[in-house]
């Protein structure tokens, strides 16, 4: 389909964003664009394909000025290094348009075919449209295991449910982004926001496909920091659970103590065992320094928020007139 037939553009037409993070994925993009081409004509919408490159190191820029150049309604905001996946997504949302948003990976993952669903589920009045991916059989075990076991872990701190397989693949309505946008704490998460936001939700399962080209791009590093990042924005059980544990081992030392002196006095003997009161406190010593380590997060966290730096830098843009900054509402013509 060419550019003309898909931004044929009416009043009456609804405008669909749909924001693809891309992060060394040039290879991906063309392909992406075809099959995004295919299915957008079958709806009745006024479409926009907004990249947010975030600081990719190969052609992925390049790759979306050629791919604007062929289609106007194809834009993109640059970062100006590589922020991560959240960062970007944000970035894309602050400088989407349209009365509905889709958000999906570039690596075609997220199958297209699903965008038709999605938009008829906003159509019938949903303001979240959330995915599940059902498994496939190549899923890696470990990825399986890790995915259910984080999400049940997090429910249950923070109190907002979300369940395994919900990734960032989802419509959000132009009032939920705008909701979403007045969130300025760092260390975003996504998945927790849009289950917090509230609003009448509905989810639809779907079938992940293979990466069409490259690699995962969510090194351990980034997996583990999403997780924590999570975690402790939308909870401060860990916290609590310092409090907890303290309370138990200390009631626990003071029976020890109160039964030493009692041997001590009633027995002629005293309570041996310095090897084992040695480990005993090692033991106690390594729990504590856990703790101090997890107070020493939440004040961490504390002391970015209190800086208040912009979340992400935009370095170039293409198709983008006025461009939402982070942080400021500021509109360069
Ligand atoms: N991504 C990003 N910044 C990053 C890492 C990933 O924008 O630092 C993008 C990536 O290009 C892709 C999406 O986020 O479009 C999901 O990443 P990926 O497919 O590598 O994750 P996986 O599917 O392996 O969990
Ligand atoms: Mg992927």
Redesign the pocket.
């Known amino acids: 389909m060419s550019s003309s037939t898909a931004e044929k553009s009416t009043h009456q037409r609804p405008l669909l964003s749909i924001i693809?993070?891309?992060?060394?994925?040039a290879s991906n993009l063309p392909q992406l664009i075809k099959e995004l081409n295919e299915v957008l004509v079958s709806l009745d919408v006024a479409p926009e394909i907004l990249f947010?490159d975030?600081g990719s190191t190969d052609s992925t820029w390049e790759m979306i000025e050629a791919l604007h150049r062929e289609h106007d309604f194809v834009r993109g905001v640059r970062l100006s290094r590589?922020?991560?996946?959240q960062y970007?997504l944000l970035a894309g949302l602050a400088n989407a348009k349209g009365d509905a948003v889709i958000t999906m990976?570039?690596?075609l993952?997220h199958p297209v075919t699903m965008l038709p669903e999605l938009f008829n589920e906003w159509r019938r009045g949903n303001m979240i449209v959330h995915t599940r991916r059902i498994d496939p059989p190549t899923l890696s075990f470990f990825k399986k295991i890790t995915s259910k076991l984080y999400y049940k872990i997090f429910s249950y701190l923070s109190g907002v449910k979300i369940q395994s397989g919900m990734?960032?693949f989802r419509l959000l309505d132009r009032r939920v982004v705008e909701d979403i946008l007045q969130f300025n704490e760092e260390g975003l998460f996504f998945r927790g926001i849009v289950q917090w936001v509230g609003y009448r939700t509905t989810t639809l399962p779907y079938t992940c496909r293979e990466?069409f080209s490259g690699?995962?791009?969510?090194s351990l590093q980034?997996?583990f920091k999403l997780a924590w990042n999570g975690i402790t924005s939308f909870s401060i059980v860990p916290l609590r659970l310092t409090i907890f544990i303290g309370v138990i081992t200390s009631c626990i030392a003071f029976a020890e103590i109160l039964y030493a002196i009692g041997v001590k006095l009633f027995s002629d003997s005293a309570v041996p065992g310095w090897a084992s009161a040695i480990s005993v406190l090692s033991f106690l010593f390594g729990v504590l320094f856990i703790f101090l380590g997890i107070v020493g997060e939440y004040l961490g966290r504390i002391l970015v928020e209190v800086r208040q730096r912009p979340r992400y830098l935009v370095s170039d843009t293409v198709g983008i007139r006025n461009i939402c900054r982070d942080k400021q509402n500021d509109t360069t013509p």
């Open positions: 693809i993070p891309a992060y060394n994925e947010a975030d590589n922020f991560g996946h970007a990976d570039g690596d993952q990734a960032d990466r690699t995962s791009k969510y980034k997996m």
